[in-house]
């Protein structure tokens, strides 16, 4: 397993410390900045993913192309401290995910340039996810044509990287199990865990794909699977990891050799779960929403304290802001939450999967965050207050570990959740 984490870390050394890895699966800056802080102070490297919804050929959701989150991160990472070749980019869920409403070969053509694009601009770890299907596709596909299609995104991958003359060629994360990104839409129970013989006929079944292709170099560079180890999270629960579900699985790695699992929907996990999932093998845990989850709380703590300090008609309305604008533009969340009117008012705020996340980069709420953020710079946060709506931060300030004002408060509240990863992964 460390030796899996090593190639990825590109660092031996750092290697030694870590038992696993967590993957930052988010382009908010105040999140990347945190786990980048948190780095530094674990002496470790940072695993950072884009979606393929996020950033594609096109500009994404994010607006941004695979060389501009580059540059994105790059210049966070300066800004930090942390120094570049202690990070790791990653390209999650890339395939034809985007286009599954076109034909097989035309999703598939876009597939092609999204590859050659993520590899071109400097991703070094690309999860080649072809499981879904598109227009005209039987559901499910087979994992014959699966693999198929991963092969022909690997060969496009390591077209790009010798055309870009890279020494460091990509690693592959592969696998037919995919969890959908972002969390279950559905209220969930339980989760069945990847079948023993699943995961090795999927791994079969690629190394002959990547055979056929004439791929057998890179095939030593496919470093984990994706499977389902039986965690999962829906809009108002958790379904937390049972160890003694997935003992076949884990054996599995036994027969393996080179790969660890890797997990995603790991947001929400217990700390001790988190570590559990480690020591079975899953070494590369995903994490996104949980960490933007964290982010709306602080941001929304910092409100309520705003109102306990400043004047009604100086305050940011941050939250009332928030719900007018995803009232006004519901794209993002009214086909995930089917519930009454009270049900979705919560579900905007609370929701696990926290698709107010897409929202913090429009204008007007964009504007009401800095005001906020200006509103209690210009105050002393009192600590008896700050005890009230963020608690462990309280005891941090008390301890002298941290200050009140509000970007140390929030980049705080983020790093709970990530330092509880960093956690995990230790050796």
Same mark, same amino acid.
Request: with cysteine; hydrophobic share 40%; net charge negative.
């Given at each position: 397993?460390t030796?899996v984490v090593?190639?990825?870390?590109r ?14 699966c988010?382009a ?19 695993l950072?993913?884009?979606t ?19 540059r994105?991160?790059h ?6 401290g ?26 598939m053509q876009?597939a ?5 694009a ?16 598109c ?5 499910? %596909?087979?994992?014959? +044509?699966?693999?198929?299609? *991963?092969s ?8 790009? $990287?010798? /055309? =870009?003359g890279?020494?460091?060629r ?13 969390g279950?839409a ?13 995961a ?25 699977l ?5 965690v ?7 379904v ?5 579900l ?27 779960? %988190?570590?559990?999932? +480690?020591?079975?093998?899953? *070494?590369?845990l995903k ?6 989850? $964290?982010? /709306? =709380?602080a ?8 109102a306990?300090?400043?004047?009604p008609?100086?305050r ?6 928030v719900?007018t ?8 969340w ?9 049900e ?8 696990y999967?926290?698709r107010?996340r ?12 800095n ?11 009192p ?16 301890r ?20 509880v990863y960093?956690?995990?992964?230790? $050796?």
């Amino acid at each position: 397993m460390t030796n899996v984490v090593s190639r990825l870390a590109r660092d031996a050394e750092a290697a030694k410390r870590l038992k696993g890895i967590y993957s930052i699966c988010s382009a908010h800056p105040w999140v990347l900045s945190a786990a980048m802080k948190q780095a530094l102070d674990d002496h470790t490297p940072l695993l950072i993913e884009s979606t393929s919804n996020q950033v594609d050929q096109f500009g994404g959701y994010t607006g941004m192309k695979p060389t501009d989150f580059v540059r994105f991160v790059h210049l966070i990472a300066d800004r930090v401290g942390l120094p570049r070749e202690r990070l790791i980019l990653g390209g999650d869920h890339l395939g034809p995910n985007a286009w599954r409403n076109l034909p097989a070969e035309e999703a598939m053509q876009r597939a092609d340039a999204l590859i050659d694009a993520y590899v071109s601009a400097g991703f070094t770890k690309i999860h080649l996810d072809t499981s879904m299907s598109c227009a005209g596709d039987p559901a499910p %596909l087979s994992d014959d +044509v699966v693999a198929e299609r *991963a092969s022909r995104l690997c060969a496009v991958a390591e077209a790009a $990287a010798e /055309r =870009e003359g890279r020494t460091e060629r990509p690693v592959y994360i592969i696998g037919t199990e995919v969890p959908v990104p972002g969390g279950a839409a559905e209220e969930l129970d339980t989760v069945e865990v990847t079948h023993a013989s699943a995961a090795l006929d999927t791994a079969a079944v690629h190394r002959k794909a990547w055979h056929d292709r004439g791929l057998d170099e890179a095939w030593q560079r496919v470093i984990a699977l994706v499977v389902q180890p039986g965690v999962e999270f829906d809009h108002t629960k958790v379904v937390d990891y049972k160890p003694q579900l997935a003992t076949e699985l884990s054996e599995v790695l036994e027969r393996l050799p080179g790969m660890v699992f890797e997990a995603h929907s790991t947001d929400y996990q217990k700390p001790e779960s %988190l570590a559990a999932l +480690v020591r079975d093998g899953f *070494a590369i845990l995903k994490v996104g929403p949980g960490v933007t989850f $964290a982010l /709306r =709380e602080a941001l929304y703590a910092l409100a309520d304290i705003e109102a306990e300090l400043i004047a009604p008609e100086a305050r940011s309305n941050l939250r009332q802001i928030v719900e007018t604008v995803m009232l006004a533009r519901p794209g993002h969340w009214e086909k995930y939450y089917h519930g009454d009117e009270q049900e979705n008012r919560l579900l905007r705020t609370y929701s696990y999967s926290d698709r107010v996340r897409y929202y913090w980069a429009d204008p007007e709420i964009d504007a009401a965050v800095n005001k906020l953020i200006s509103n209690l710079t210009g105050v002393a946060i009192p600590e008896n207050v700050l005890s009230r709506y963020l608690p462990e931060q309280y005891w941090q300030f008390r301890r002298g570990a941290l200050d009140a004002t509000p970007m140390s408060l929030i980049q705080s509240r983020i790093r709970e959740v990530i330092g509880v990863y960093a956690a995990a992964c230790k $050796a």
